[in-house]
Structures are given as C-alpha cells and as structure tokens.
Nanobody
Framework: QVQLVESGGGLVQAGGSLRLSCAAS????????MGWYRQSPGKQRELVAV???????NYADSVKGRFTISRDNAKNTVYLQMNSLKPEDTAVYTC??????????????WGQGTQVTVSS
C-alpha cells in the first residue's frame, strides 16, 4: 500500500500564489508519474500537471505559464507551485501517483484532496 499526504491548499486572493505538496510513502519500488488533478463543482476532474519519472512534464493549457510542477525524488514528493491564481482555479486538488512494485505491477494512488479557493 502507498499513502499520499497532501498539504498547502487554502484561500487566496486572485493574483496570489499557493504551493501544494504531496508526499508518497509505503510500498514503493519506483514512482513513475506523479501529478495533480482538480475538480470543481459540476465539472469533471481534469489533469492539471504531471511529472514523469524521466523528468518530462505536461500541463493543462489553462495553467501553462502560471503553474509549475516539480519533484523531489529523494523524498518521493511532488510540488505544484501555483502563481497568478484566478477564481476559475478554485477546485479540490488531488495528488496522483503511479507506483511500480518490485514484482512489476503498476498501481494508481490518490490523495485525499485539498481545497484551493481563489477569491476575486
């Protein structure tokens, strides 16, 4: 089993910044991709940003140039630096980790979610 612990959500004014963290622990042989998703009321969950184990990153068009995803592989932690926040960024942000086990199985794990609210 793998646990993901998120932190860093909160309330911020438009134009402000927040930094989310997600630390993975447990039965981890290899962390493949780690990323952030978000979901706001009435909308489907969407990918915000993902960081592959090789270092490549991918972002939703709506956050490009404002959000930056980074990883500390020694700590099995992924970060999401969110700048120039907009009210439409308001959502529950959830961390995802794709974990490979020693036996070669790959599983997706999810954090509990952290609320980000951007006021206008």
């Amino acid at each position: 089993q793998v646990q993901l612990v998120e932190s860093g959500g909160g309330l911020v004014q438009a134009g402000g910044s927040l930094r989310l963290s997600c630390a993975a622990s447990g039965d981890i042989f290899k962390l493949n991709a780690m990323g952030w998703y978000r979901q706001s009321p009435g909308k489907q969950r969407e990918l915000v940003a993902v960081s592959a184990s090789g270092g490549s990153t991918n972002y939703a068009d709506s956050v490009k140039g404002r959000f930056t995803i980074s990883r500390d592989n020694a700590k099995n932690t992924v970060y999401l630096q969110m700048n120039s926040l907009k009210p439409e960024d308001t959502a529950v942000y959830t961390c995802n980790a794709r974990v490979a086990t020693l036996r070669g199985y790959v599983y997706d794990y999810w954090g509990q979610g952290t609320q980000v609210t951007v006021s206008s």
